[in-house]
T-cell receptor, first 115, second 112 residues
């Protein structure tokens, strides 16, 4: 099992550009989520999904879109990149939300810089 | 919304000293999870507590969940250089609220 795979690992964008951060998991997890991590701010939830076709907003959703067409994949789209979106982005998955909060399995992260 | 506060923000210790980080929630939690993140790495799940007053141990690590389920602590006995990293707590409200709210973390550094 590869676990949670995020691509790319590093990316530099210019202001106004769009891009998609990829996240895939091979554990058949129902719950997937995206966090951003900024110095001194901990992990903040951007969007999450409790299953294919279902997504919802987290704490800091503005400027980001998600979709969940399959159980395995949960891409995060930046519509028009802004310097404030410079951050480390983590994707996480867990088994089944209907069982209550489950341990989160994190990917290695994408380090994104926006100039 | 739910807030989870974690203190201290930083802690530097000499190897062999003990370390404790505290987590406090503005609301009653259904459960609390603890994670460790090594420098440059990703958060790794350590443990989950669900019962009021629960205490769990993992070798030199002791985790507690408060009686009111609004606070938690992680205590490391006799720190080692391998304990270096940021420790996060994450609170869950349970029910149909599937979100976890993370504290800002405590960065532990250990002087050998």
């Amino acid at each position: 099992n590869a676990g949670v795979t995020q691509t790319p690992k590093f990316q530099v964008l210019k202001t106004g550009q769009s891009m998609t951060l990829q996240c895939a998991q091979d554990m058949n997890h129902e719950y997937m989520s995206w966090y951003r991590q900024d110095p001194g701010m901990g992990l903040r939830l951007i969007h999450y999904s409790v299953g294919a076709g279902i997504t919802d907003q987290g704490e800091v959703p503005n400027g980001y879109n998600v979709s969940r067409s399959t159980t395995e994949d949960f891409p995060l789209r930046l519509l028009s990149a802004a310097p404030s979106q410079t951050s480390v982005y983590f994707c996480a998955s867990s088994y089944s939300p209907t069982l209550g909060n489950q341990p989160q399995h994190f990917g290695d992260g994408t380090r994104l810089s926006i100039l | 919304g739910q807030q989870v506060m974690q203190i201290p923000q930083y802690q530097h210790v000499q190897e062999g000293e003990d370390f404790t980080t505290y987590c406090n929630s503005s609301t009653t939690l259904s459960n609390i999870q603890w994670y460790k993140q090594r420098p440059g790495g990703h958060p790794v799940f350590l443990i989950q507590l669900v019962k009021s007053g629960e205490v769990k141990k993992q070798k030199r690590l002791t985790f507690q969940f408060g009686e009111a389920k609004k606070n938690s602590s992680l205590h490391i006995t006799a720190t080692q250089t391998t304990d270096v990293g940021t420790y996060f707590c994450a609170g869950g409200s349970g029910g149909s609220n599937y979100k976890l709210t993370f504290g800002k973390g405590t960065l532990l550094t250990v002087n050998p």
